[in-house]
């Protein structure tokens, strides 16, 4: 049994008649009455009795009318939903996030609303790994990524370069001046994540110290914002790194952030995308990455 066969057959069913409910379907007469007759003959009973001049449904005819009108409702219901589902996620962007996006991030959602007021946008926070994959099986529409030049089935498209700054206690001398040469800090301990918890971070960072002529000293691991702060406010002097559209915002009492001397380390943002042409509001969430980047970062000059 198809649904073309359910609708023809309530539509004679209404009618009465062959010739007005193919006018009604907008389909020819003999496509409407072979339809019928392929569904009586796959329930062994007649629908409808036909003369010259009358049609009249059978017992059988009436006994099937209203499930068939409960199996067009059921169709139109269901294609009520999809048509919901699909405008839903027509106007949802579903975007993975990166650590340290800071003001970017506040800039950008400023940016969309303000291009498409309708659209939703949908943050996701998960490993970089999983981003990639869940842009690849369509579970996310983009994600920002760090680190990676290339991926499987996937675009990377080059966003702008995420700055880096010193984080240093406030009563440092250092923390007095307006930049920081990395070659000044090559007498205090460095706090980074572990190597393998962010590779791409660790290496710019070890690799800029060497550049400027020092291996770095390290010391104890960057945990969390708040503990890493707290201890180089308190403890023993030592120094870290923050992105800077990160720094605009984050809460580091006792703590300055400075800028690097040039050269100044800086990681590149790309955003991961599924190759082919971009949906509307894919396209509409590059133009508002564009205009972050042309933007820029207004670098706060803390005391």
Known sequence: MELRQVRYFVGVAEE????????????????????????????????????TRTVTLTAAGRAFL??????????????????????????TLRLGTNVGLGTR????????TERAPQLMVELVSVPSATRLQQVREGELDAAFIRGAEHSPDLELLPLWSDVLVAALPARHPLAAQREVALADLADLPLRLAPRE???????????????????????????????????????RPSWTVYYEAQAQIQPAPRVTFRPFAEPAPAVRTCLAVRSGPP????????????????????????P
């Open 197 to 235: 918890a962010n590779p791409h971070l660790a290496d710019i960072v070890v690799g800029a110290c060497r550049t400027a002529g020092f291996e770095p000293i390290m010391g104890p691991a960057f945990t969390t914002d708040q503990d890493t702060l707290a201890a180089i406010a308190s403890g």
């Open 279 to 302: 949906s509307q509001r894919l396209t509409t969430l590059l133009d508002a990455c564009n205009e972050v980047e042309r933007r820029g970062v207004d670098y706060p000059r803390h």
């Open 105 to 112: 991030l506040d800039a950008l959602l400023t940016a969309l």
């Open 66 to 91: 209203p499930h068939a009108r409960a199996i067009l409702r059921a169709e139109r219901a269901a294609s009520e939903a999809m048509a919901g589902l699909r405008t839903e996620q027509e106007s």
């Open 16 to 51: 009465l008649h062959f010739g007005r409910a193919a006018e009604r379907l907008h389909i020819v007469q003999p496509t409407v009455s072979q339809q019928v007759r392929r569904l009586e003959r796959e329930f062994g009973l007649d629908l409808f009795d036909r003369t």
